[in-house]
């Protein structure tokens, strides 16, 4: 089966971090732009960025900028999002999405995603 299954997600205090995965089953990544994105409860899903695997181009959010790494295996079958000096309002549901030849540009949030993750859950307590 295809899909995208991320993990990584947790209960972490104000401070920490966490390295979430974005893996793909059934295919690999090298023709495809992944899509970060999160839900916080009672929000509209927000962009994190983008990064084309198989040039690793990359787009973030300026307000990403900073805390926010992504970056790949070497066999392009999973993506990484870093998060350090997590904020409690950094909680949210984590996504990840893959679109077949995506561009990664300041509208990644608006390509046409072929895949999503079912999500990732991370909480961070003050």
């Known amino acids: 089966e295809v899909q995208l299954v991320e993990s990584g997600g947790g209960l972490v205090q104000a401070g920490g971090s966490l390295r979430l995965s974005c893996a793909a089953s059934?295919?690999?990544?090298?023709?495809?732009?992944i899509g970060w994105f999160r839900q916080a409860p009672g929000k509209e899903r927000e962009g994190v960025l983008c990064?084309?695997?198989?040039?690793?181009?990359?787009y973030y959010e300026d307000s990403k900028k900073g805390r926010f790494d992504v970056s790949t295996d070497n066999d392009k079958t999973t993506v990484f999002l870093q998060v350090r000096s997590l904020k409690p309002e950094d909680t949210a549901v984590y996504y990840c999405?893959?679109?077949?030849?995506?561009?990664?540009?300041?509208?990644?949030?608006?390509?046409?995603?072929?895949?999503w993750g079912q999500g990732t859950q991370v909480t961070v307590s003050s």
């Open positions: 999405a893959a679109v077949k030849r995506g561009i990664c540009s300041s509208t990644y949030y608006y390509l046409p995603y072929d895949y």
């Open positions: 059934g295919f690999t990544l090298d023709n495809y732009a």
């Open positions: 990064i084309s695997v198989s040039d690793g181009r990359t």
